[in-house]
């Protein structure tokens, strides 16, 4: 089942929870992609909405991946089998922890904005997410409920990975989900349109849902597109997991680079590429390590396996309908900008604009002298450690390289506006560099 955009998501879901209508029902949506389907719930049985706030403790070395959650009154949620394969000590989860805790204030008080918390004892809680992959923020606001006292928990979602929604059975009194999968990559594969859903649309949601102006959740408008599929992409030995985005009439195309399994369908990135989209820009978002690697440190940081299989999908992309002839620029985050800059400079590739968000251009010093594409680094105005290795590797660089700051972000641009800023650097830059021509036919180029 392939839904449009998350209101209609929560339309269908909504048709399967009319049996609530009239009981003592509160609506809790999970921030920030699963309050606009709350929200078409709320609507539909005529019940308050509220966020039910958990935060996701990630990885220090790779945050897309957690090895638990947090939520309010206190709720802690550790995965043990994780914490051992990763070797994390205590130290590193406390300082994730309290990072987190102070973020999950934030939150509470940016999304209410003043209206109280939802009261829940006696009552029916129906906790509302976009899809469950892991399950660890769901499971963590099932308990956050029952801490509340609410007199019975109900888990409902359009979608989610089935070994999972098994595992959840036991959190909640009742579970309603409309597909569940057996082959499960991640949420974003069954939307149409999985744009982010910034702090400040949660917040409006909330207060049109507080003063009775119920409306519909904006519809998404369907974009022309060539192609819009998941992909395996060919990189050497190994298949990758992707996503392209082909629009009408593309005047180039831009490579994400990271290495999280779950990268191409975080809402970060696809926010990113959707706002690159809308320009006439073609995106490809792939993960650079297969799921059984992404745990693995020494992977994380293996810039030189980064590198080849970032220059073996730049071939395939070149191969692709559509696609063949197009300009390429990459996107790197992380380790994934440091294979981006040492890709850019390899002889075989011919890219024309690089842009590195918050990344770590520092692991590729020994190649960033020879990068020929023009460079953007942007990085958080609060990430003091990020910046200083930015501006070292400016320094190392001869081609066209601007530093541009996102005030008051820090590493993971999850600010409010951050990201937007970010989005909007990263679209000027391509569309400045990235202007239609015919890709060099020299034997040193992919072709």
């Known amino acids: ?157 359009p979608v989610a990975a089935r070994d999972t929604l098994d595992t959840l059975k036991s959190e909640a009194d009742q579970v309603i989900c409309l597909e569940s999968l057996i082959w499960f990559l991640a949420v974003g594969q069954n939307y149409h349109d999985f744009r982010r859903v910034t702090e400040g649309e949660v917040a409006d949601l909330l207060h049109r849902a507080a003063v009775g102006l119920p409306e519909p959740y904006g519809v998404a408008v369907d974009r022309p ?40 369908h975080s809402p970060r990135n696809r926010y990113l590429a959707t706002e690159l989209n809308a320009t006439g820009l073609g995106t490809l978002l792939f993960d ?10 020494a992977k994380v940081f293996d810039i030189g396996l980064l590198t080849r299989r970032l220059i073996e999908a730049t071939h395939w992309l070149s191969h692709q309908h559509g696609a063949s002839n197009l300009p390429i620029g990459y996107l790197g985050a992380s380790t994934g900008a440091a294979a981006a800059l040492r890709a850019a400079a390899d002889p075989r590739t011919d890219i024309a604009a690089v842009v590195s968000r918050g990344g770590r251009p520092d692991l590729a010093l020994t190649s960033l002298s020879a990068v020929r594409a023009p460079t953007l680094l942007i990085v958080g105005s609060r990430d003091p450690v990020t910046l200083e290795l930015n501006r070292s590797a400016q320094r190392a660089m001869s081609c066209e390289t601007e530093l541009a700051l996102v005030p008051g972000a820090t590493n993971r641009f999850g600010e409010p506006g951050a990201l937007e800023k970010a989005a909007e650097l990263a679209r000027d830059w391509f569309t400045a560099h990235l202007a239609p021509r015919i890709r060099s036919s020299k034997d040193t180029s992919i072709r």
């Not at 597109?225 to 395996?232: C, I, N």
């Not at 650079?288 to 440190?297: A, G, K, N, S």
Request: charged residues 25%; glycine residues 10%.
């Open 288 to 297: 650079l390590l297969r799921p059984t690697e992404e745990l693995d440190h």
């Open 225 to 264: 597109a060539l192609r819009d599929d998941e992909v395996r992409v060919v990189a050497g030995k190994v298949d990758l997991a992707g996503h392209l985005t082909i629009p009408e009439s593309p005047s180039a195309m831009v490579i994400f680079a990271h290495a999280s399994g779950s990268g191409r």
């Open 1 to 157: 089942m392939l839904f449009r955009d998350r209101g209609d998501a929560g339309r269908q879901l909504a048709a399967h929870l009319q049996f609530l209508q009239g009981a003592d029902v509160v609506v809790l949506g999970l921030p920030c992609g699963g309050v606009p389907v709350a929200f078409e719930v709320a609507r539909t049985l005529g019940a308050p909405l509220d966020v039910i706030v958990v935060r996701k403790l990630g990885l220090p070395y790779q945050p897309e991946i957690a090895f638990g959650a947090i939520g309010e009154n206190g709720v802690r949620i550790v995965d043990d089998d994780i914490v051992q394969r990763t070797e994390l000590d205590e130290e590193a989860i406390a300082a994730v922890e309290f990072h987190e805790r102070q973020e999950l204030s934030r939150r509470v008080q940016r999304f209410r904005r003043g209206h109280p918390q939802a009261r829940l004892a006696g009552r029916i809680a129906v906790i509302v997410d976009d899809g469950i992959a892991s399950g660890a923020t769901a499971r963590a606001a099932c308990r956050v409920a029952r801490a509340q006292d609410a007199a019975r928990v109900v888990l409902a979602v």
